[in-house]
């Protein structure tokens, strides 16, 4: 193999290469001594790795040939090591125009909040004790918002006299859900379980929020509140809207210590 050419393709220079002793990237090639530093410098928009090195690749031109009467689509940008650690940035777009936008802004604009799933509203403690549930519109019309009461005793087609939970089921039944249903189908694939009925009937005759909807939707299995003898609906969501959901908090958990465990942060 000839730097600058793999697999008779051309390629700039290699401008780094894995040190395994370190398990980490250098800058390529080492000085006359041998000694090399840790690759800091942004990596290329395009490029390969191979037998050990990384070589930048010029990048295409996107196609401009014309098919069927019309341009064919524009190319998603190449993926880049930072789009793990950044967020959309509309500005540098703007600035620099559509050859200034990277993967995931090109991706943001792709699925942007008209067409974000429609969520539940997080649970909160004072839902057992703050009355009975409103339609969203008069909440809103008295100048609150809609809590998740709301929205489940109204906004759900779901009828708790004949809804029934299929045993052995990977999904609940997508009709119950409404604009909901996304949102739901997506946290019950992550969660490897079903979502319970999420109504029940009141004393009074009355829809409102089963507690163990609210239990599932913090991310909690089956009985980890609702099963606990001596708490009433009231106390069960309670339970509930103080907690946190626990997916969230090992995932926080674990970045901690990851970053502490790096030299230099002790």
């Known amino acids: 193999?000839?730097?600058g050419r793999v697999s008779g393709k051309a390629f700039s220079k290699a401008f780094a290469f894995f040190d395994h002793g370190s398990f980490s990237w250098r800058t390529y090639p080492p000085s006359e001594t041998g000694a090399s530093r840790t690759y800091s410098r942004g990596?290329?928009?395009?490029?390969?790795?191979?037998?050990?090195l990384a070589f930048e690749r010029p990048q295409l031109e996107p196609p401009t040939t014309e098919i069927g009467g019309s341009s064919s689509p524009p190319l998603l940008p190449t993926p880049l090591a930072s789009d793990a650690s950044k967020g959309p940035d509309f500005a540098r777009e703007a600035r620099q125009g559509s050859g200034g936008q990277d993967l995931v802004t090109a991706v943001?604009?792709?699925f942007d909040k008209?067409?974000?799933?429609?969520?539940?509203?997080?649970?909160?403690?004072?839902?057992?004790?703050?009355?009975?549930?409103?339609?969203?519109?008069?909440?809103?019309?008295?100048?609150h918002g809609p809590n998740l009461d709301d929205e489940v005793s109204f906004l759900l087609p779901v009828d708790p006299d004949t809804a029934e939970e299929t045993p052995g089921a990977f999904h609940s039944p997508p009709e119950w859900w409404a604009e909901f249903a996304p949102a739901v189908h997506r946290w019950e694939t992550l969660m490897g379980s079903p979502a319970p009925v999420p109504v029940e009937f009141g004393p009074r005759g009355g829809?409102?929020?089963a507690s163990v909807f609210a239990e599932w939707l913090m991310?909690?299995?089956r009985g980890w509140?609702?099963?606990i003898p001596g708490l009433n609906r009231a106390r069960?969501?309670?339970?509930a809207g103080n907690g946190v959901v626990s997916q969230q908090a090992f995932t926080a958990y674990l970045h901690l210590l990851n970053y502490k465990e790096e030299p230099g942060n002790g």
Not at 43 to 52: C, E, I, Y
Not at 236 to 239: G, M, R, S
Request: proline residues 8%; hydrophobic residues 30%; positive net charge.
């Open 1 to 3: 193999m000839a730097n």
């Open 108 to 110: 943001a604009r792709l």
């Open 236 to 239: 069960q969501l309670k339970a």
């Open 207 to 209: 829809r409102r929020l």
């Open 114 to 143: 008209e067409r974000a799933h429609k969520l539940f509203k997080t649970p909160t403690a004072n839902l057992g004790s703050n009355g009975a549930p409103q339609h969203p519109d008069k909440r809103k019309a008295g100048g």
């Open 219 to 221: 991310g909690l299995p």
């Open 225 to 227: 509140i609702t099963h």
């Open 43 to 52: 990596w290329p928009r395009a490029g390969m790795t191979h037998d050990g």
